[in-house]
């Protein structure tokens, strides 16, 4: 019985055995999934760092393989999309970035729509249409920036100047509140509640839709600054004061006020009938 016993007990396994295979399979794992997120990061950092350094070659491919179509092979236009000679490389970032190219149907205007292709793509094919037809091209940065001119020492950052700019030359159509507002046959003044600097910088420069181009003889680039300025500063601004109804001045105050206000009269006046009876 004794000599069972001692067998048995040399046979059976340490307490801790399945404990040891248990974690030397969790480290054999961990390191082969580790291995592998290193090597899927290197091969994005490679794609990333390829796709930064497209060039205007590359937009020409990008351009014949999606916007041939309409714009022409030499950019001359056809019936379906105009010409882009002399539109410049600002122009066309902006409305690749923005999404309003390519259209995906014809329509009084071009909605704003998620961009189809990535950032260093919208700049290459912008690249490649500047360099067969020059024009517009991206500002110094410290127009977009809000920064002082630095060939101009004396010059000043104003807010509110760029508030009044914007009131005098544009409340017009996207509303005092930057908030958009409704044009003719179906067109519209898009909100710049979100627009980035740039894009802004460009849709008065390049004028696009039913926008005017807003030269330096009309709007000086320190002038556009300090308008772009003001905008970025609306934008984020904690809004105060209740509730905005969608900023759109006195037609949705005076709607609010038609369904609550006379609402609640003429609950008030039933309420009181009843009442009486």
């Known amino acids: 019985m004794a000599r069972e016993k001692k067998r048995r007990s040399r046979g059976r396994r340490s307490p801790f055995a399945a404990v040891a295979l248990i974690g030397a399979g969790l480290l054999l ?79 009084p205007q071009a909605p704003q729509k998620p961009a189809q292709f990535t950032d260093a793509q919208n700049r290459a094919i912008a690249a490649y249409v500047q360099s067969v037809a020059p024009g517009p091209s991206y500002p110094e940065d410290w127009v977009t920036a809000g920064e002082v001119n630095p060939e101009n020492s004396a010059d000043e950052v104003s807010i509110s100047k760029g508030a009044e700019l914007f009131r005098i030359n544009c409340a017009m159509c996207h509303n005092v509140a930057a908030a958009g507002g409704a044009l003719t046959e179906g067109k519209y003044a898009p909100a710049l509640t979100s627009t980035s600097a740039l894009h802004i910088y460009a849709a008065m420069v390049t004028g696009p839709q039913n926008m ?44 609010f006020i038609w369904i609550f206000g006379i609402g609640a009269l003429v609950a008030l006046t039933v309420w ?5 009876n």
């Not at 291995?35 to 760092?49: K, L, W």
């Not at 179509?69 to 002399?86: A, F, M, N, R, Y």
């Not at 680039?221 to 006195?250: C, M």
């Not at 009181?272 to 009486?276: D, G, L």
């Open 272 to 276: 009181i009938t009843a009442k009486s």
């Open 29 to 107: 794992t961990g390191g082969v999934y580790a291995g592998a997120s290193a090597a899927m990061a290197s091969t994005a950092d490679t794609q990333t760092s390829a796709a930064a350094e497209l060039t205007a070659a590359d937009g020409q491919k990008l351009f014949t393989a999606n916007c041939a179509t309409c714009h022409g092979v030499d950019l001359q236009g056809t019936s379906e999309g105009p010409s882009l000679i002399g539109v410049g490389e600002l122009s066309v970032e902006f409305q690749l970035a923005t999404g309003r190219m390519p259209m995906a149907m014809q329509g």
């Open 212 to 255: 005017p181009v807003f030269g330096d003889m009309n709007l000086s680039p320190e002038d556009k600054r300090d308008l772009i300025a003001a905008l970025t500063f609306q934008q984020n601004e904690v809004q105060v004061g209740g509730f905005t109804l969608g900023s759109l001045g006195p037609v949705s105050e005076g709607l």
